[in-house]
């Protein structure tokens, strides 16, 4: 028989075994949080039709013109794309199910997302998010609660080292204006430009904004600022938003640069920053983007949401949490020696989980130092023994393997009553 081995796709990571209970942790913890402000979640297919995401997040962005997972579905020739972000699912989701007949809606997900990219500490092919969207809220308190809401989050997991940046990008109308005055200070550099930039100039110059390349940074700090040129609506939506910013007591920096990737924002726009990832510094961005809904087909809707990069938050936790997170074991790692005992653990091990206690029973034989190297092994909190003297008895004897206490031999049912003080 010939074999061969495969390996995962590149970009795409295996969770194994010693990563998932930070998974499981920042999971719970997401979702504890989620519903402290009343939101819902929904969870919608991993595949959507590719003009989704052509149409809302824009034909000329770095998504859409590289990094979308884009096939052809052979049985009926529809263009297929894997989700490269959620927002524009949550909002088809909305519009196709008439959610927002029943009012506004706050929901949230949790999933992962693809892009084709080049893999590098913080960016994956396969990544997770986790989005919240409020559908139907004008503002500018709706956006407030979304900034002040990812800052507890930081507090409830005790992540340290981000920080807020938050811009506007106003209206329609004063993009428009902007985009006229970024044509012409670009247009004045061209040859400062890089391809993506070139070919952006003309198509979409506020992305040039967003790039990423440092060769940039110095021409896109001499850019004309659309701070300097909002209307009054606009204005008054983000003075009222740092009010309540300010009389939350959050700090935050104003970054007249930040426009995010995505076409489909308008007004506010925020990401959170950290400087222990290199390149890689945002782990969550959003913003307000009050033309989607109708754009996909619903009725105009103001709306606001973000998203945060599950891996990039793992990461800045394991770096700067003081406590280390949890690594989840079961409660007792049964032990035992002899054929009487074989038995007597079986049945011992099912008691123990009957009671509601996870139980893990020793299998393959070995010595009770081995047995007992494999307990501790699994960060069990207590080894249970079942030596030929225990099953004379009629006994079992427990071992706490964390922390302080002393071995005791006592009956099953005595035994899982000391395992629930
Ligand atoms: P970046 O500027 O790093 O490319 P982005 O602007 O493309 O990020 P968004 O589309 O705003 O990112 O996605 C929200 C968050 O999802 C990001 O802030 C980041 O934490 C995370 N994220 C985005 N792309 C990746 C990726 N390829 N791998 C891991 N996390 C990612
Ligand atoms: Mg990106």
């Known amino acids: 028989m010939s074999t061969q081995k495969f390996q995962a796709v590149r970009g795409m990571n295996d969770i194994l075994p010693d990563q998932s209970g930070a998974w499981a942790f920042l999971e719970t913890t997401l979702r504890r949080w989620l519903a402290l402000y009343g939101y819902s979640e929904v969870r919608s297919p991993v595949l959507e039709p590719t003009g989704l995401f052509v149409r809302s997040i824009g034909e000329v962005t770095d998504i ?62 396969q990544f997770h998010q986790c989005g919240a969207e409020a559908l139907g809220f004008a503002g500018p308190d ?9 800052a507890r989050l930081w507090e409830m997991l005790g992540l340290k080292e981000v920080s ?35 070919r952006r100039l003309h198509t979409n110059p506020l992305r040039i904004l967003d790039s990423k390349n440092p060769a940039l940074s110095d021409l896109i700090e001499g850019a004309p600022r659309l701070m300097d040129a909002l209307d009054d609506a606009s204005a008054e939506h983000f003075e009222s938003l740092q009010a309540l910013l300010q009389a939350a007591g959050l700090q935050y920096r104003i970054n007249p640069r ?12 925020f990401e959170w920053v950290t400087p222990l990832l290199g390149a890689q510094s945002t782990i969550c961005g959003g913003g307000r983007y009050d033309g989607l809904v109708e754009q996909l087909g619903g009725k105009p809707t ?51 989980r009957s009671a509601g206690f996870a139980a893990v029973l020793h299998c393959g034989g070995g010595s009770f130092k081995s047995q007992l190297k494999r307990a501790d092994a699994s960060r069990a909190a207590y080894a249970m023994i079942l030596g030929e003297d225990e099953v004379r008895a009629g006994q079992v004897s427990l071992k706490p393997l964390r922390g302080q206490g002393e071995q005791k031999t006592v009956s099953l049912a005595q035994a899982i009553q000391l395992l629930r003080t």
């Open 258 to 269: 930040l426009v995010r990737g995505l076409d489909y924002y308008n007004a506010t726009v």
């Open 164 to 198: 807020l940046e938050i811009n506007t990008i106003g209206s329609l109308e004063c993009r428009q204006q902007h985009r006229r005055k970024l044509v012409e200070y670009f247009g004045q550099h061209v040859e400062l430009l890089d391809e993506d930039s070139k």
């Open 302 to 352: 103001p709306a606001c949401g973000f998203a945060m990069g599950m891996e990039r938050l793992l990461a800045v936790l394991q770096e700067t949490r003081t406590e280390p997170l949890p690594e989840p074991g079961p409660d007792v790692y049964v032990v035992h020696q002899g054929e009487a005992a074989q038995q007597a653990a079986f049945l011992a091990a099912d008691q123990v």
């Open 64 to 125: 859409v013109e590289k990094e979308m997972y884009t096939f052809v579905d052979s049985l009926n020739g529809e263009s297929l794309t894997l989700r490269p972000e959620a927002t524009a699912s949550c909002v088809r989701l909305a519009v196709q199910h008439n959610l927002l007949y029943a009012g506004p809606q706050r929901l949230w997900y949790m999933g992962p997302m693809f892009r084709h990219e080049r893999p590098q500490k913080g960016r994956y092919r």
């Open 142 to 150: 709706a956006d407030a609660e979304l900034i002040l809401m990812t």
